[in-house]
């Protein structure tokens, strides 16, 4: 009888342990096959968030140039066609002075209009390098009165045009916010390759960003568009002491 007992305790703890063995497994291959499932759900996540700023990136370049079509085909012309009459209107009339300062401050507005337009529209940026249409955009400011301090010797670089584009768009994004809310005189900007990376730097000597406007929607968007380039979009503001903000792409190409 002890030998029998001994069989079946032995016979039970074995049976026990393949139990509790397959019981482990099973809750190993469990938690791997939900570790994937959530990986893979991240991975879509992701996929589908990217996608959908690629498409709202699409929609706004589309709209860019629109607007810039419609400021160059119509408000342009019928600015270029006041300027016209009044050219007409100044021969032989008493205020002939004062029509062609009307005239000159057309003139200047037809300027401002055209680099607007081209600061606008997508195709601009394809025929340019990212550095000549910074340089270009950075000559609009100077006219509204900023000194401006730009790299010393300028940045050649081969980027593809998605990329430039979305770098472009983050740079006005940032100018914009110092016209609006940095009270600054000075704009500063460098663009460089340091090893693999490319960096470009803005400050201003203004009073710093508003912590809501550094934390907000365009903040977030401005963050999203660097993350789909691999990059990275930080910012740098104190109350009075100014705003410097640094873009930082991985790039291929050696430099």
């Given at each position: 009888m002890d030998k029998e007992l001994i069989i079946v305790l032995v016979f039970g703890v074995i049976l026990f342990l393949m139990m509790l063995s397959s019981l482990v497994?099973?809750?190993?291959?469990?938690?791997k096959r939900r570790q994937h499932h959530v990986a893979e759900i991240k991975i879509m996540e992701s996929q589908f968030e990217q996608e959908t700023l690629k498409a709202g990136?699409?929609?706004q370049e589309q709209t860019f140039a629109t607007i810039a079509s419609e400021i160059h085909d119509n408000?342009?012309?019928?600015?270029?066609l006041a300027k016209m009459r009044l050219g007409v209107m100044a021969n032989g009339n008493p205020y002939q002075k004062e029509i062609n300062e009307v005239s000159d401050l057309l003139s200047l507005?037809?300027?401002d209009l055209r680099d607007l337009s081209k600061s606008?529209?997508?195709s601009r940026i394809?025929?340019?390098s990212l550095y000549e249409s910074i340089a270009h955009e950075m000559k609009h400011y100077q006219k509204l009165g900023y000194a401006l301090v730009a790299p010393k010797e300028p940045v050649d670089d081969d980027l593809p045009e998605a990329q430039r584009v979305i770098i472009f768009r983050v740079v006005q994004e940032a100018l914009n916010n110092i016209v609006k809310h940095a009270k600054?005189?000075?704009?500063e900007w460098d663009m460089r390759y340091d090893s693999r990376f490319l960096t470009i730097d803005i400050s201003d000597n203004g009073v710093g960003l508003p912590s809501d406007l550094v934390q907000g929607i365009g903040s977030i968007t401005t963050d999203e568009r660097m993350k789909l380039l691999g990059g990275t979009f930080e910012r740098f503001s104190k109350q009075k002491s100014g705003t410097r903000i640094q873009l930082r792409l991985p790039v291929l190409n050696e430099q």
């Open positions: 497994m099973f809750v190993l291959y469990y938690q990136m699409a929609i408000i342009g012309q019928l600015l270029s507005s037809l300027g606008l529209h997508p394809a025929k340019q600054a005189s000075q704009i």
